[in-house]
């Protein structure tokens, strides 16, 4: 059965993107009758067509979604439960969730606590997952509650609940955003102090003042690199973004003078068990009330403009649509 959903069509160098009705696709053992998605930063490039994201044409966007199972031969998701998809090729090489139903694998689900709307899984979504695996991987490198800890691009989806989440365990942090107008908004997550992110985008030293207990950086090249050289002897930097860009021209210097620890943080196919582990986190740890105020909602009317308005900067927090 056709349902709504956003289309990005490539024909020849003649891109188009637009709302319509699509079938749907075939591959997958579950349904899902979708109530919301989530506009993050791959989305927005997909839907802008500013980067060689979709890989198959055409596409329907959209990485993250959330609502209730329709129709099910995997008897780990039973008609009427309801279900959080993400990662695993959708908005890239399958139809993703930028529409009115979506057809997955299984294992591309995990379920929707009890205690979490499907608007409240897609305010954290793909971004929020990422946030916690980051955080996750902070704890398991050692980084210990009160220490100081930096998360750059900070106004960003992974960014805004990096801050939430980290500031919720204990630790004092740092937020490096170039939005000084927005310092009141990460204070408001937990931050303790705000930086501009000029202090860390040009090249630096190999070695510079030991600072940072742990860094969560969504941003990559000269920020991280910058970000390595100044975390302390023994500490651990979760790198899971490249908006800056995907070089990264630093040293080996702190990994083999400072016994600094450098752990790349993938949400896309992460496996089962873990990404388990951290919703469930999410659905305990993330205060709520943090959450709702770094959210804005939308339709799916609205999701290519406020595409471009995110890639442009002109968007902050998580943004939700509103698809069922």
Sequence with gaps: ???????????????????????LAERGNVV??????????KDALAIANRGPVVRAWPM?????????????????????????????GLGE????????????????????????????????????LTAMLCAMALEDGGAEPGAEVLVTGATGGVGSIAVSILAG????????????????????????????RATLTQPGKPLQRERWAGVVDTVGSHTLANAI??????????????????????????FILRGVRLQGVDSVRCPYATRVAAWERLAKQLDRTKLASMVTEIGLEDV?????????GRRFGRTVVKVG
């Design 60 to 88: 329907v966007p959209g990485i993250d979604g959330a609502g209730i199972v329709s129709e099910s031969s995997d008897p780990r998701y039973r008609v009427g439960e309801r279900a959080i998809a993400t990662g695993w």
């Design 93 to 128: 090489l399958h139809f993703g969730c930028l529409a009115g139903r979506v057809r997955v694998e299984a294992d591309w689900l995990v379920p929707l606590a009890d205690s979490m709307t499907a608007r409240d899984a897609m305010a954290i979504g793909t971004a929020g």
């Design 229 to 254: 050289a100044q975390t302390r002897y023994g500490g651990v930097v979760a790198a899971c973004g490249l908006a800056q860009g995907m070089d990264l021209a630093g040293s080996v210097a702190p």
């Design 169 to 196: 365990l204990g630790y004092r942090v740092v937020a490096s955003s170039g939005r000084p107008e927005h310092a009141e908004y990460l204070q408001r997550l937990g931050a303790t102090e705000v930086v501009d």
């Design 1 to 23: 059965m056709a349902h709504d959903a956003l289309l990005l069509e490539m024909e020849g160098e003649r891109f188009h993107a637009s709302i319509g009705k699509v079938e």
């Design 32 to 41: 899902v009758d979708l109530a919301y998605s989530s506009l993050n930063y």
């Design 304 to 312: 290519v403009a406020a595409a471009s308005d995110l890639l442009d």
